[in-house]
Protein backbone atom coordinates (compact mmCIF):
# COMPACT_ATOMS: atom_id res chain seq x y z
CA UNK A 1 0.00 0.00 0.00
CA UNK A 2 2.78 2.39 1.06
CA UNK A 3 4.59 1.48 -2.39
CA UNK A 4 1.66 2.58 -3.97
CA UNK A 5 1.68 5.66 -2.49
CA UNK A 6 4.74 6.24 -3.53
CA UNK A 7 3.99 5.69 -6.82
CA UNK A 8 1.29 8.04 -6.90
CA UNK A 9 3.39 11.17 -5.70
CA UNK A 10 6.08 10.75 -7.86
CA UNK A 11 3.29 11.13 -11.20
CA UNK A 12 1.50 14.10 -9.30
CA UNK A 13 5.67 15.91 -8.92
CA UNK A 14 6.39 14.86 -12.51
CA UNK A 15 3.21 16.39 -14.18
CA UNK A 16 3.81 19.59 -11.97
CA UNK A 17 6.94 19.70 -13.24
CA UNK A 18 6.54 18.99 -16.81
CA UNK A 19 3.68 22.08 -16.67
CA UNK A 20 6.50 24.69 -14.88
CA UNK A 21 9.17 23.75 -17.41
CA UNK A 22 6.26 24.03 -20.21
CA UNK A 23 5.11 27.56 -18.70
CA UNK A 24 9.01 29.16 -18.91
CA UNK A 25 9.43 28.28 -22.76
CA UNK A 26 8.57 30.96 -25.63
CA UNK A 27 6.54 30.15 -28.09
CA UNK A 28 7.10 29.45 -31.44
CA UNK A 29 5.89 32.86 -32.55
CA UNK A 30 7.80 34.35 -30.08
CA UNK A 31 11.15 32.99 -31.53
CA UNK A 32 10.16 33.46 -34.90
CA UNK A 33 9.84 37.59 -34.37
CA UNK A 34 13.99 37.08 -33.51
CA UNK A 35 14.52 35.97 -37.10
CA UNK A 36 16.34 38.42 -39.47
CA UNK A 37 13.44 40.15 -41.66
CA UNK A 38 14.05 39.50 -45.35
CA UNK A 39 15.80 41.63 -47.32
CA UNK A 40 14.17 43.99 -50.30
CA UNK A 41 14.94 41.97 -53.34
CA UNK A 42 13.44 45.05 -55.78
CA UNK A 43 13.68 48.92 -55.79
CA UNK A 44 12.42 51.38 -57.61
CA UNK A 45 15.10 50.77 -60.29
CA UNK A 46 14.14 46.89 -60.43
CA UNK A 47 16.18 43.64 -58.82
CA UNK A 48 18.53 43.72 -56.14
CA UNK A 49 21.14 41.01 -56.00
CA UNK A 50 23.45 40.80 -52.29
CA UNK A 51 27.16 39.49 -52.88
CA UNK A 52 28.89 38.80 -49.57
CA UNK A 53 32.88 38.50 -49.44
CA UNK A 54 32.10 34.73 -48.42
CA UNK A 55 30.70 33.97 -51.76
CA UNK A 56 27.08 34.15 -50.71
CA UNK A 57 24.16 35.76 -52.81
CA UNK A 58 20.87 36.40 -52.29
CA UNK A 59 18.28 35.90 -53.27
CA UNK A 60 20.12 32.44 -54.14
CA UNK A 61 20.80 31.59 -57.70
CA UNK A 62 22.88 29.90 -59.62
CA UNK A 63 25.15 33.04 -60.44
CA UNK A 64 28.93 32.38 -60.40
CA UNK A 65 31.02 35.52 -59.55
CA UNK A 66 34.23 36.05 -57.97
CA UNK A 67 35.41 39.36 -56.39
CA UNK A 68 38.92 40.69 -56.76
CA UNK A 69 39.43 44.13 -55.62
CA UNK A 70 37.07 46.24 -57.32
CA UNK A 71 36.53 43.68 -60.36
CA UNK A 72 34.10 40.74 -60.12
CA UNK A 73 32.00 38.36 -62.10
CA UNK A 74 27.96 37.75 -61.65
CA UNK A 75 25.95 35.81 -63.96
CA UNK A 76 28.67 35.81 -66.24
CA UNK A 77 29.07 39.17 -66.87
CA UNK A 78 32.03 41.48 -65.48
CA UNK A 79 32.08 44.49 -63.42
CA UNK A 80 34.10 47.03 -61.85
CA UNK A 81 33.71 48.85 -58.94
CA UNK A 82 34.26 52.71 -59.96
CA UNK A 83 33.99 55.24 -57.17
CA UNK A 84 30.58 54.89 -55.42
CA UNK A 85 29.16 52.97 -58.78
CA UNK A 86 29.39 50.07 -61.16
CA UNK A 87 30.77 49.73 -64.79
CA UNK A 88 29.90 46.64 -67.39
CA UNK A 89 33.73 46.29 -68.73
CA UNK A 90 32.86 42.52 -70.56
CA UNK A 91 31.67 38.98 -70.41
CA UNK A 92 32.51 35.04 -70.25
CA UNK A 93 31.76 34.38 -73.74
CA UNK A 94 31.75 31.16 -73.86
CA UNK A 95 29.35 30.99 -70.85
CA UNK A 96 27.00 33.99 -72.59
CA UNK A 97 26.11 31.65 -75.46
CA UNK A 98 26.34 28.26 -73.62
CA UNK A 99 24.42 29.25 -70.57
CA UNK A 100 22.55 32.15 -71.01
CA UNK A 101 21.41 31.40 -74.75
CA UNK A 102 22.89 34.75 -75.99
CA UNK A 103 20.23 36.27 -73.74
CA UNK A 104 21.60 38.91 -71.14
CA UNK A 105 19.86 40.82 -68.56
CA UNK A 106 22.02 43.46 -66.59
CA UNK A 107 20.75 43.64 -62.75
CA UNK A 108 20.77 47.32 -62.06
CA UNK A 109 21.14 47.32 -58.19
CA UNK A 110 24.37 45.23 -56.08
CA UNK A 111 24.86 45.03 -52.22
CA UNK A 112 27.85 44.11 -51.51
CA UNK A 113 28.88 44.19 -47.86
CA UNK A 114 26.38 46.28 -46.70
CA UNK A 115 27.17 49.14 -49.78
CA UNK A 116 24.63 49.85 -52.40
CA UNK A 117 25.95 50.45 -56.06
CA UNK A 118 24.03 51.04 -59.21
CA UNK A 119 25.52 50.42 -62.70
CA UNK A 120 25.69 53.86 -64.33
CA UNK A 121 28.16 53.07 -67.29
CA UNK A 122 28.70 50.31 -70.07
CA UNK A 123 32.34 50.14 -71.90
CA UNK A 124 34.05 48.48 -74.23
CA UNK A 125 32.50 45.04 -72.92
CA UNK A 126 30.73 43.07 -75.52
CA UNK A 127 33.13 43.50 -78.71
CA UNK A 128 33.13 41.09 -81.84
CA UNK A 129 30.78 39.06 -79.58
CA UNK A 130 28.39 36.70 -82.30
CA UNK A 131 26.79 35.15 -79.34
CA UNK A 132 24.99 38.21 -77.81
CA UNK A 133 21.10 37.90 -79.17
CA UNK A 134 19.85 40.25 -76.97
CA UNK A 135 20.39 42.43 -74.37
CA UNK A 136 18.07 44.09 -71.31
CA UNK A 137 19.74 47.42 -70.11
CA UNK A 138 19.16 48.48 -67.12
CA UNK A 139 17.16 51.98 -66.06
CA UNK A 140 20.09 53.16 -63.98
CA UNK A 141 23.14 53.52 -67.18
CA UNK A 142 23.51 56.75 -68.02
CA UNK A 143 26.42 56.06 -70.96
CA UNK A 144 27.12 53.31 -73.41
CA UNK A 145 30.99 53.98 -74.30
CA UNK A 146 33.00 53.58 -77.38
CA UNK A 147 33.09 50.49 -79.20
CA UNK A 148 30.67 48.91 -76.65
CA UNK A 149 28.50 46.63 -79.21
CA UNK A 150 30.56 46.65 -82.21
CA UNK A 151 30.20 43.86 -84.44
CA UNK A 152 27.73 42.29 -82.49
CA UNK A 153 26.18 40.54 -85.31
CA UNK A 154 23.81 38.40 -83.61
CA UNK A 155 22.35 41.37 -81.80
CA UNK A 156 18.90 42.45 -83.55
CA UNK A 157 16.79 45.03 -82.14
CA UNK A 158 18.00 46.99 -79.22
CA UNK A 159 16.14 49.83 -76.85
CA UNK A 160 18.14 51.82 -74.80
CA UNK A 161 16.71 52.74 -71.51
CA UNK A 162 15.66 56.40 -70.70
CA UNK A 163 18.02 57.17 -67.93
CA UNK A 164 20.92 57.42 -70.61
CA UNK A 165 22.48 60.41 -72.10
CA UNK A 166 25.56 59.68 -74.17
CA UNK A 167 26.53 56.98 -76.38
CA UNK A 168 30.24 56.58 -77.33
CA UNK A 169 32.07 56.67 -80.53
CA UNK A 170 31.22 53.36 -83.05
CA UNK A 171 29.10 51.71 -80.09
CA UNK A 172 27.07 49.61 -82.42
CA UNK A 173 29.40 50.11 -85.76
CA UNK A 174 29.12 46.68 -87.54
CA UNK A 175 26.09 45.29 -86.37
CA UNK A 176 25.02 44.19 -89.34
CA UNK A 177 21.50 42.16 -88.09
CA UNK A 178 20.47 45.68 -85.74
CA UNK A 179 17.13 46.79 -87.94
CA UNK A 180 15.71 49.00 -85.11
CA UNK A 181 16.70 50.89 -82.74
CA UNK A 182 15.28 53.10 -80.13
CA UNK A 183 16.44 56.25 -78.19
CA UNK A 184 16.26 57.42 -74.69
CA UNK A 185 14.46 60.20 -73.81
CA UNK A 186 17.17 61.66 -71.70
CA UNK A 187 19.72 61.54 -74.74
CA UNK A 188 22.07 64.46 -74.69
CA UNK A 189 24.92 63.55 -77.15
CA UNK A 190 25.66 60.78 -79.85
CA UNK A 191 29.03 60.18 -80.83
CA UNK A 192 30.15 59.81 -84.66
CA UNK A 193 29.63 56.05 -86.41
CA UNK A 194 27.38 55.00 -83.12
CA UNK A 195 25.14 53.03 -85.31
CA UNK A 196 26.99 52.47 -88.91
CA UNK A 197 24.83 49.00 -89.42
CA UNK A 198 24.41 47.71 -92.93
CA UNK A 199 20.84 46.77 -92.15
CA UNK A 200 19.59 49.05 -90.13
CA UNK A 201 15.84 50.52 -91.06
CA UNK A 202 14.17 52.59 -88.21
CA UNK A 203 15.45 54.65 -85.47
CA UNK A 204 13.25 56.08 -83.01
CA UNK A 205 13.60 58.70 -80.93
CA UNK A 206 12.16 59.40 -77.58
CA UNK A 207 13.62 62.81 -77.25
CA UNK A 208 11.16 66.12 -77.98
CA UNK A 209 14.89 67.80 -78.28
CA UNK A 210 17.35 66.75 -81.01
CA UNK A 211 20.20 65.41 -79.30
CA UNK A 212 23.80 66.62 -80.26
CA UNK A 213 25.38 64.58 -82.66
CA UNK A 214 29.22 64.76 -83.59
CA UNK A 215 29.93 63.50 -87.45
CA UNK A 216 27.62 60.97 -89.03
CA UNK A 217 26.33 58.31 -86.94
CA UNK A 218 24.87 56.29 -89.81
CA UNK A 219 25.39 55.55 -92.89
CA UNK A 220 25.35 57.89 -95.43
CA UNK A 221 25.73 58.08 -99.55
CA UNK A 222 26.55 61.42 -101.79
CA UNK A 223 23.13 63.12 -102.97
CA UNK A 224 22.82 64.59 -106.19
CA UNK A 225 23.57 68.05 -104.55
CA UNK A 226 27.10 66.35 -103.39
CA UNK A 227 25.68 66.14 -99.69
CA UNK A 228 25.60 63.04 -97.31
CA UNK A 229 22.18 62.04 -97.39
CA UNK A 230 20.37 58.78 -95.47
CA UNK A 231 18.03 57.11 -97.56
CA UNK A 232 18.16 53.79 -95.78
CA UNK A 233 16.80 54.32 -92.68
CA UNK A 234 13.48 56.11 -91.64
CA UNK A 235 13.66 58.61 -88.52
CA UNK A 236 10.76 58.65 -86.14
CA UNK A 237 10.41 61.41 -84.00
CA UNK A 238 8.19 62.28 -81.36
CA UNK A 239 4.81 64.32 -81.97
CA UNK A 240 5.43 67.88 -82.77
CA UNK A 241 9.02 67.88 -83.20
CA UNK A 242 9.46 67.45 -87.14
CA UNK A 243 10.71 70.88 -87.66
CA UNK A 244 13.03 71.08 -84.97
CA UNK A 245 14.66 67.83 -86.34
CA UNK A 246 14.48 68.84 -90.05
CA UNK A 247 16.37 72.04 -88.94
CA UNK A 248 19.01 70.34 -86.56
CA UNK A 249 22.67 69.40 -87.83
CA UNK A 250 23.18 66.03 -88.38
CA UNK A 251 19.91 64.85 -87.99
CA UNK A 252 18.84 66.88 -91.50
CA UNK A 253 20.75 63.87 -93.60
CA UNK A 254 17.87 61.80 -92.58
CA UNK A 255 15.78 61.80 -95.92
CA UNK A 256 12.52 60.48 -94.41
CA UNK A 257 11.55 61.76 -90.97
CA UNK A 258 8.16 60.69 -88.88
CA UNK A 259 6.66 62.40 -86.53
CA UNK A 260 4.99 58.97 -83.72
CA UNK A 261 3.02 59.02 -80.51
CA UNK A 262 5.25 57.90 -78.19
CA UNK A 263 4.32 55.44 -75.52
CA UNK A 264 5.59 54.49 -72.42
Same mark, same amino acid.
Given at each position: ?????????????????????????????????????????????????? %????? @??????? #??????? /? !?? *? &????????????????????????????????????????????????????????????????????????SYA??????????? %????? @??????? #??????? /? !?? *? &???????????????????????????????????????????????????ILH????????????????????????????
Amino acid at each position: MFKKFLLICAVICSTAFCYSCSKDEPDNPKQEENKEPEKPTEDEDGAIVY %IGLDG @TTYPKTN #FRWRLLG /K !TF *T &LNYINYEIIDSHISITGCDEQELNATLNGKVEIIPTMVIEGETYKVRDLNYAFPNNNDLKSIILPNTLLSIGSYAFTNCKGLETLR %IPDSV @TKIGYNS #FDGCSNL /K !TI *T &LSKSIKEIRSAAFYCDNLTDIYCRSSNPPELEGFIVPTRQSALGYPITLQIILHVPLGSLEKYKKTKGWNQFYYIKEYKMED
